[in-house]
């Protein structure tokens, strides 16, 4: 639409703008759970060493064909693409984060003396169906090992998700996994498994026809409950894996076994995106009807050369924070409301300054404070006091000015309002918040 069509378009102005649906606001209430809940993340993230990388948005449309697979879910049907109107470059946004993160560690060349555990957090775009638990703008935490080839790494990030349920209360995740073995394995496999599907074409669904020979593996995760006797009888990948593979995944059971840890072998599970071999993981809860899947990951070896790097094994995971902050919810979880500790309530120009003065003093020892802003009758400034939560108000008049003091008043207790000089404002104020005696209150 060119701008003077815009200008002339009558519907323009008067109609209220929404936003993208799929695309949500995350209002204030709720922002700062998504806060609290981000810095719970970070804690935990660092306590197993993970470093912070943070990548563009918006990636060439080309990094997630080649990385994700051209015939994946996400690929066919779910991505956000367009072309760069400038120089029509086609691009995307990204779906998820392990393609840019790979991508960035090969351009920048960190994998030259030492692996990397590396890990971000961030909106992903994905274009589906909107529904509880599924947006077109999600969030998601994702963590990548890159370098390591051994079962330890799986195992590590095993224990480090169950230590984030822990930490975050939630008892009702179970946990599954699987080998997906190596990549001659699965071709084995799914040569047979072609074969046996071919015999039973007539009961594939529209979805198991279309992937028949090209993502027969997917066929294998169909919820469609009139496949289910037909997936039953199809043959295992599990009786495909070569030995170092099993010693991989035994690798893997053991550490779990050793740390009390209980999980369930799902032959069926395996990953939407190509890139994974050995180990796939998936954390499941019951509590959030069809999208139950928390987190989600495994062993990614083929990635980093299929990306053009030297050849480097890896392995990761992510979690869906909209699902995890709802299973968070539902679990009793509030969260801690956040008020200020002080509200600065004050009339009159001196005053004004005055205020200006001590909620900079009050910060500077760590206080948060608000400080009255649009003037307005005491009445109405100390209502807005006591709306925005904080513990005690101060309170500054043209006598307080005019005494070198100002007033503070409580207002989560019944307690008497008191003068204090200027200079005394930080440990009176100290006083209410945290009990105890002020150094030098002089009334
Ligand atoms: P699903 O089977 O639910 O579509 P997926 O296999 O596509 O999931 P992954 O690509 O493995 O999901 O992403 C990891 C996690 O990110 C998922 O387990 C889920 O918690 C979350 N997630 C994925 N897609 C969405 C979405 N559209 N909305 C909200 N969360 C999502
Ligand atoms: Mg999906």
Request: glycine content about 10%; proline content about 5%.
């Amino acid at each position: 639409m060119s701008r003077a069509s815009i200008r002339r378009d009558p519907t323009s102005m008067s109609k209220t703008l929404q936003a993208i649906r799929g695309m949500n606001d995350i209002l204030p209430e709720e922002a700062e759970l998504w806060e609290q809940f981000e810095e719970l993340v970070r804690d935990w993230l660092r306590a197993y060493g993970y470093k912070p990388i943070r990548m563009p948005l918006v990636e060439p449309t080309p990094l997630f064909a080649r990385a994700i697979g051209e015939v994946t879910d996400i690929v066919e049907k779910e991505m956000y693409s367009f072309t760069d109107g400038l120089n029509g470059e086609p691009l995307t946004l990204r779906p998820e984060g392990t393609a840019s993160c790979v991508r960035a560690v090969l351009q920048h060349n960190l994998l030259y003396d030492s692996p990397r555990r590396l890990c971000y957090m961030g909106p992903m775009f994905r274009h589906e169906r909107p529904q509880k638990g599924r947006y077109r703008q999600f969030h998601q935490v994702g963590v990548e090992a890159l370098g390591y080839a051994g079962p330890d790494i799986d195992a590590e990030q095993i224990l480090m998700c169950a230590r984030l349920w822990n930490d975050l209360g939630l008892d009702d995740i179970r946990l599954e996994i699987n080998s997906l073995g190596q990549p001659e394995e699965r071709a084995q496999h799914r040569g047979d498994l072609i074969a046996y599907l071919e015999q039973h074409q007539e009961r594939l669904d529209g979805d198991g026809q279309r992937r028949l020979h090209s993502n027969p593996l997917r066929i294998l995760d169909s919820k469609n409950p009139d496949m289910q006797a037909l997936i039953e009888g199809a043959p295992k990948l599990m009786d495909y894996l070569g030995e170092a593979s099993l010693k991989h995944f035994e690798g893997v059971q053991a550490v779990l076994r050793d740390s009390g840890i209980p999980y369930r072998i799902n032959p069926r599970l395996v990953r939407g995106l190509d890139y994974y071999n050995l180990t796939v993981v998936e954390w499941v809860t019951d509590r959030l009807g069809a999208q139950g899947t928390v987190c989600a990951g495994g062993r990614y070896d083929g990635l980093v050369a299929q990306l053009g790097g030297r050849p480097a094994p890896a392995c990761g995971f992510a979690m869906g924070i909209e699902r995890l902050l709802a299973l968070w919810l539902d679990s009793g979880n509030r969260g801690q409301t956040i008020a200020p500790d002080v509200y600065v309530v004050h009339q009159g120009d001196a005053a004004a300054a005055s205020a200006v003065k001590v909620a900079e003093r009050l910060r500077d020892v760590g206080f948060t404070v608000v400080l009255h802003c649009g003037g307005g009758s005491f009445k109405s400034q100390m209502k807005r006091a006591d709306g925005s939560g904080a513990v005690v108000a101060v309170i500054i008049g043209d006598d307080e000015v005019a005494a070198g003091e100002v007033t503070i008043k409580p207002l989560r207790e019944e307690a008497e309002q008191r003068r204090v000089k200027l200079d005394a404002v930080d440990d009176v104020v100290g006083a209410w918040l945290f009990g105890g005696d002020e150094d030098d209150g002089d009334i």
